[in-house]
């Protein structure tokens, strides 16, 4: 049986995605990749144990010992208080982790479905399908995405947070959202590599669309999605707290959501009460910071002009043992043709543009 | 250097050269700017049409705004009889194409809770949220560009990650708890700035009594001629233009950042450092101008931001624009008046988009020629 | 005399993703008043680091070891500019030394007039009044060439032509009449005519102004051209310095002798075109051509209803079977568009085309797709031709299975190899991905994919032109080779006359988008009838001092504007 031989020089470890970028990465870069990485893993271990984390249950009015009483300050039994609806604020802060990782991994992988066959078909074909497709996405990606989203959920739920339809109905809002966003990029990469020579070489050769569009396009164009999905989904999350905040949420019953914790908390800030504010405003300002910043950081990493590289020592002696040609030949023995390894110090970009 | 030019040297016939893209770009910017205008003008009709369309389908796919908003509280022979009266038991397409007429004519409806023109709204409250956005701006514009200006010229440094940082918790604070932790502190805490509102009672009826009322309290107040009245608005505008000022500085200064230092590593910067231009005046002038024109592109964009933002701050400080309308209409289930208002800032939101292409054209030579 | 620049053991380095890579090793070198200094060298070999090291202008990923000792143009003051502080080196720049670069179109700022920006230079060494710094830019402006310099001081860079541009960052490098100029590859993006006026107008600023140069470039024939004294660069260190004859006539090193070997010129592929001609069975120009084109005209669509841009426009020709056509031209001559139309990559809107009896005026592509197995396809640019993703076996073996030879990678692999091995690249390449390989050997591999079915018509698009020069002549043996061998015939595109005479049977000469000349190499390159045919062939410099300095004069009389 043949076997596939594929060798790849890179060891296992550092093919993982991130794995690869932390190593790449240098000084404050890798600071703040690490810490990006450090509060989004925080944010992943609070929503898959949030019912080992937290201690009372996220509609939970009162325990053994009674009713918990509303708008308590912060003491031993809850260590960041109650709100105005009597609930646990802890508590809800750490459920409210479950339901926005829901919410963003129903709306990316919705919105990248669709974006990409969209944006994969429209770029490649262009015509007329592709003016109009265009012309849509740009009309919607243009208008303000909260609006559209508050439309969405007037239309998928009438209006009324339902039981836990809810964080349906809001992931469904928030795709349709984002299918513009992934329809440019992905088309922009298809429009960009179409005009590839290794495309035109496969159309020269005979190659139908199809696997033109599945071999050669679309494994190209969907190099820069890591960067996209982390960039999308900081903008999930505050997408639905804004739905939230303006009570397109999803009822405290169902599940606990942030944005909805903050808009109940509006008249407590006059009054003094600031607990029921800060925590659940701080948990969306930590989750979306850190998922930020592994965003920023791969995309800098990605981009050799904004990707920090080591200091080197003064160019000296023991620096010469490391330098030259990457497994070419050094001295030119023999015919002209070997001079070409020679070739592959061009391609760090160092004679040609440094 | 007292040299003349000799016969041989000076060029001699047109030089077939220029590389075939320069001279492509040529070809394209040679329409001139009008022409430009004009096919972006025509541009902005399709964008409108789908908006609304877009509005009207998919507000109307659930069902009929009455029964929306009055669903349990009357019976169904009763909505029956005002659906009748208001015409939504006719086919939707009828519906359709009659609302696309009224809105050609510029009319967006009337509300379904209070009987009032949405155009109205526009006038009444219009003015608030113009207001907000014309400080927002001003506060995004001085905390953003300079900042982002900052930050690529010491990037990856420390200075650069702090202010990266900044950018992100800019962006990462969603409006209305930046406008909570601001009311927290200034208004409650330190009790030096006002809670909510555009202006106090007494201020507001000074106003209300001119006879050339522009809705813009700013104006309004120096009106009034009365500085104490002027402070006072400006007092109240303080919180809310930070609140979401910062949210579009934090973008703004990710954009000029990022920009300039994608133009930074240009040749032509390498050549004016060739020519013994200083490190800061290469930022200044020769990266930051360039890159203005991508960032004025995704400014227009921003303008979208902008309104999501102003509905949320709006309702967080109480300032009696469209976006708090907006949210209040939604809270009383009211989907004619929410439907007429999107559709109207569809409109809003489309021709500014299309001033602010046309100043970025003015800005690229290449285009103005 | 005095030096201008004295660069003593100077090394450099960069930190890059694969650790510290030294650019630069131990160089020293000098440069007299007055004086042009070429350095020449492939890439990778430290030239253009070196370059840049002389103005301070290394990135912040460098590290620079040694001594680079400027010396101002009045002999007042001396500065090392890898020690210097970063204010006299702002100072330095301008003043003692200033630079040419590659490419004038992104050495401009696109967003300021030209004159501003002439004047900038002026403003940042002293203080010049508003209309002071105006004037001196309209002189120097006026100085190298630029008609109405008046007018056109308050010009944008890109109202003016590739050649013009280049003549500004010229002047501006001048404004400040300092001692050294630096021209990285400075007639490397411009044609080969405009390089000839770009070639006098360096010459006049050392001539007539007094400056010394240093000439980075690639290009032997334009250090013949230009040079008083070459340095060769192999690899980051000075292999062998001496003044230009004595280079070109006795080089000292055999890495030398090599490089001038490698460079094509005028006249070599005589002898092995005769050779081909007689050897041709009797009948042969008989038989029915694989490409003939009649009137053929190809017109890009324009946008929103404005006329389009005209690339091709009634040309006429034909390709025998086993016969090579070389295309030369300029930039914007159509020559690439006419290449790609014969592939069914362009549309032909004119005329008449036909290719492997196809009618490809008006075809759809169906009715092609049997025929593309006959079509060989080589592109200009190695680094994007293949998909980054695939191997070079699953790269070569994409034509076999598309056209049902074989039936996945694995299956086609014997053939694959037999492939790599005809274009002499081993078979353990088949495994590697397209970034593990040079350019060159990319090239190759292109080739092998090319010729995977034994394809009647061969199509080359400036195959060597993004190669170093020793690398070209081994590409370009190589096609030869197996042209001999296979007996495909190809159309053969280039901006360089030498190299299409190394390998055309007959030549054509595109000039915006006509064919202006066509016949056999010897014909065209020989006894030239078209003025832009013989003023191509004077413009391209040769790598020897004497014959260029004879071939300059016949240039200069040949000056007239083209009719």
């Known amino acids: 049986m043949p076997t596939v031989s594929v060798s790849r020089k890179r060891p296992l470890l550092s093919r993982i995605p991130v794995v690869h970028q932390v190593r790449q990465s240098v000084g404050l870069q890798r600071g703040m990749l690490l810490a990006g990485l450090a509060i989004t893993g925080i944010f992943l271990i609070a929503a898959f144990f949030a019912p080992a984390i937290a201690p009372y249950g996220f509609s939970q009015l009162h325990d053994a010992s ?212 800060l925590y659940p405003g701080l948990a969306i300002v930590l989750v979306v910071l850190g998922v930020t910043l592994v965003g920023e950081s791969l995309n800098d990493l990605a981009d050799p002009r904004l990707r920090g590289r080591r200091a080197v020592a003064k160019a000296s002696g023991d620096v010469a043992e490391t330098s030259v040609v990457p497994g070419g030949t050094l001295a030119a023995p023999g015919g002209v043709g070997e001079l070409e390894g020679a070739g592959l110090l061009g391609d760090d970009g160092i004679e040609v543009r440094s | ?167 992100i918790l800019c ?43 522009t809705g813009i309290y700013l104006i309004d107040a120096f009106q009034t001629g009365s500085m104490a009245v002027v402070g006072d608005v400006l007092q109240h505008a303080v919180l809310p233009a930070v609140a979401l000022g910062l949210l579009t500085a934090g973008v703004f200064l990710r954009l000029v950042r990022t920009n300039v230092i994608g133009t930074l590593s240009t040749d032509y910067v390498d050549a004016a450092r060739s020519r013994g231009v200083g490190e800061f005046r290469l930022v200044r002038k020769h990266a930051y101008r360039p890159a203005l024109i991508p960032i004025i592109t995704v400014i227009g964009l921003q303008i979208a931001l902008l309104l999501g933002g102003a509905v949320l701050t709006e309702t967080t400080f109480e300032w009696k624009g469209l976006g708090f309308e907006l949210a209040h209409y939604l809270q009383a289930r009211d989907f004619v008046a929410v439907q007429g208002m999107v559709a109207l800032l569809a409109v809003i939101v489309a021709v500014t988009n299309f001033v602010v292409d046309i100043i970025a054209a003015l800005i690229d030579p290449r285009v103005r020629y | ?79 090392d500019v890898i020690a210097v502080s970063k204010q006299r080196l702002r100072e330095v720049r301008g003043r003692d030394v ?68 280049q003549r500004i960052v010229i002047a501006m490098a001048l404004v400040l009449n300092p001692g050294l100029i630096v021209a990285d590859e400075p007639t490397t993006a411009l044609d080969v005519t405009v390089q000839a006026e770009i070639l006098d107008l360096l010459r006049r600023c050392r001539d007539e102004f007094g400056a010394a140069i240093v000439l980075i470039t690639h290009n032997m024939g334009v250090v013949a051209d230009l040079a008083d004294r070459v340095a060769v660069m192999y690899q980051g260190k000075v292999i062998e310095q001496a003044d230009s004859r004595t280079l070109f006539s006795a080089p000292r090193e055999e890495y030398t002798k090599r490089l001038l070997a490698a460079v094509p010129h005028v006249g070599q592929g005589r002898a092995i075109t005769r050779e081909r001609a007689d050897t041709r069975a009797e009948g042969w120009s008989g038989q029915a051509p694989v490409v003939e084109a009649k009137g053929l005209r190809i017109q890009y669509p324009g946008r929103l209803g404005r006329p389009g841009f005209v690339a091709v426009d009634d040309v006429s020709f034909q390709i025998l079977p086993g016969e090579v056509l070389g295309l030369v031209g300029e930039s914007g001559s159509g020559k690439t568009t006419t290449g790609r139309a014969i592939a069914g990559l362009t549309r032909v809107t004119g005329g008449s085309l036909r290719v492997l009896g196809h009618e490809m005026n008006g075809i759809r592509e169906r009715e092609f797709r049997k025929s593309r197995k006959d079509i060989g396809f080589v592109f200009q640019d190695p680094a994007s031709s293949f998909n980054p993703l695939l191997t070079i076996a699953e790269c070569v073996a994409e034509p076999l299975i598309v056209h049902g030879r074989a039936r996945d990678p694995q299956a086609a692999r014997a053939r694959v190899d037999e492939l790599l091995e005809a274009v002499q690249l081993p078979r353990a390449y088949g495994e590697r991905f397209p970034h593990e390989l040079s350019g060159g050997q990319r090239q190759r591999a292109s080739l092998a994919r090319a010729l995977a079915l034994d394809p009647q018509l061969l199509i080359a698009d400036e195959p060597t032109s993004a190669l170093d020069v020793s690398v070209q002549a081994r590409v370009l043996e190589l096609f030869a080779e197996l042209q001999r061998e296979l007996g495909f015939a190809a159309l053969f595109i280039s901006h360089d006359l030498a190299v299409v005479d190394l390998l055309a049977d007959r030549i054509g000469v595109l000039y915006q988008g006509r064919l202006v000349e066509e016949g056999t190499g010897e014909a065209v390159l020989e006894s030239p009838k078209d003025r832009y045919t013989q003023r191509l062939l004077a413009s391209l410099p040769v790598p020897d001092p004497a014959v260029q300095a004879q071939r300059r004069q016949r240039l200069h009389e040949l000056r007239a504007p083209l009719a």
């Open chain 1, 66 to 277: 009674g009713s918990f009483g509303a708008q308590q300050p912060p003491s031993p039994a809850h260590i960041w208080g109650t709100t105005v609806g009597g609930y646990d604020v802890f508590s809800r802060v750490v459920w409210g982790s479950q339901t926005a990782l829901g919410v963003i991994v129903v709306s990316v992988v919705l919105s990248i479905f669709a974006g990409i066959f969209l944006g994969l078909v429209s770029g490649y074909f262009g015509g007329w399908l592709d003016r109009v497709l265009v012309v849509v996405c740009d009309a919607v990606y243009a208008f303000p995405s909260l609006l559209l989203a508050i439309v969405m959920s007037i239309v998928i739920s009438g209006g009324q947070s339902k039981l836990w339809g809810g964080i349906l109905a809001a992931a469904i809002s928030i795709t349709v959202v984002f299918i513009p966003q992934y329809f440019r990029v992905i088309r922009a990469e298809a429009v960009r590599i179409k005009a590839e020579a290794y495309v035109e070489s496969a159309r020269v050769v005979g190659a139908g669309n199809g696997r033109i569009m599945f071999r050669h396009v679309l494994r190209n164009a969907t190099r820069t999605l890591p960067l996209i999905f982390t960039l999308n989904s900081s903008e999930a999350i505050l997408t639905l707290a804004g739905l939230g905040f303006l009570g397109f949420g999803i009822e405290p019953t169902a599940a606990s959501e942030w944005g909805y914790d903050l808009n109940k908390a509006l008249s407590d800030v006059t009054s003094g009460i600031w607990w029921t504010a």
């Open chain 2, 171 to 213: 962006y990462a604070t969603p409006v209305f708890f930046a406008g909570l932790l601001l009311k927290l502190i200034f208004s409650i805490w330190l009790d030096v700035l006002p809670v909510a509102g555009r202006a106090s009672t007494g201020s507001e009826l000074q106003m209300e009594l001119l006879p050339h009322k």
């Open chain 3, 98 to 165: 200033a630079m040419v670069f590659q490419e004038p179109s992104t050495a401009l700022n696109p967003v300021y007039p030209v004159g501003w920006q002439i004047a900038e230079g002026l403003r940042a060494h002293g203080s010049y009044s508003r209309s002071e710094a105006r004037e001196r830019a309209i002189e120097v402006m006026r100085l190298v060439g630029i008609p109405e310099p008046e007018v056109r001081v308050k010009y944008y860079p890109h109202q003016f032509s590739g050649g013009q541009k």
């Open chain 2, 1 to 167: 250097m007292t040299t003349t030019v000799t016969g041989a040297k000076a060029p001699t016939g047109p030089e077939p050269s220029a590389p075939a893209s320069a001279r492509r770009r040529r070809r394209r910017s040679s329409g001139g700017l009008a022409r430009y205008i004009v096919i972006r003008a025509v541009l902005i009709l399709p964008t409108i049409f789908i908006l609304v369309s877009l509005v009207f389908f998919l507000m109307r796919s659930t069902g009929d705004p009455i029964t929306a908003a009055l669903g349990g509280r009357l019976t169904p022979d009763q909505l029956a009889v005002r659906i009748h009266a208001a015409g939504y038991d006719r086919p939707l397409l009828v519906q359709y194409f009659e609302y696309l007429g009224q809105i050609f004519t510029g009319n967006f409806g009337t509300t379904l809770s209070d009987n009032q023109p949405v155009t109205e709204i526009l006038t009444h409250y219009g003015s608030a949220t113009l207001e907000l956005a014309f400080y927002s701006l001003i506060v995004a514009f001085i905390v953003g560009i300079p900042l982002g200006m900052v930050a690529a010229y010491f990037r990856d440094r420390g200075r650069d990650a702090a202010l990266r940082v900044f950018a």
């Open chain 3, 1 to 79: 005399m005095t030096n201008v620049v004295e660069i003593e053991e100077l090394g450099v380095s960069f930190a890059t993703d694969a650790g510290a890579v030294k650019a630069v090793d131990g160089v020293s070198l000098t440069v007299a008043e007055g004086e042009v200094l070429a350095i020449v060298g492939e890439s990778g070999s430290g030239k253009t680091v070196t370059a840049k090291t002389i103005l301070g202008l290394l990135p912040e990923t460098a590290t620079a070891s040694g001594a680079v000792l400027l010396t101002s143009r009045d002999n007042q003051s001396t500065t």
